[in-house]
């Protein structure tokens, strides 16, 4: 076993997990996103719905308590991983560009110090 990646000797063939649960949480991360954003839409309005259908406000106090803030919490998570997903985009686009402005700053000393 070695001591940085955790794998054993044999299993150097063997692709590293951590690229697929990378890969899954990328991939997975907006669609997260979307599903909390549509199931704290949905309980807002099924909160709506049940504040609407009684005029007493005790009895309203249920709706807006599992209903409203429950769906807005749900939002709120759901636009916090939305908002990951596309930083973290941008974060990797950035990293890109920067290598390459490094390669192409050093490809341009090399190209000086050699005339």
């Known amino acids: 076993m070695t001591e940085l990646d955790g794998r054993r000797d044999d299993d150097e063939d063997a692709p590293d997990p951590r690229l697929l649960w990378r890969w899954a949480a990328r991939a997975t991360r907006p669609w997260a996103g979307w599903v ?9 309005l099924l909160g709506y719905i049940g504040v609407s259908g009684e005029a007493v406000v005790e009895k309203q106090l249920p709706f807006l308590v599992s209903g409203g803030i429950g769906g807005v ?7 916090q991983f939305i908002f990951l997903h596309v930083l973290l985009r941008q974060l990797r686009d ?5 290598a ?5 700053c050093a490809s341009y000393e090399k190209e000086r110090d050699s005339c």
């Not at 919490?73 to 636009?79: A, M, Q, T």
């Not at 390459?100 to 192409?104: E, G, I, Y």
């Open 36 to 44: 909390f954003i549509g199931l704290g839409a949905l309980l807002v």
């Open 100 to 104: 390459s402005w490094k390669l192409a």
């Open 73 to 79: 919490l749900l939002c709120i998570v759901g636009i």
């Open 94 to 98: 950035a990293r890109k560009e920067v």
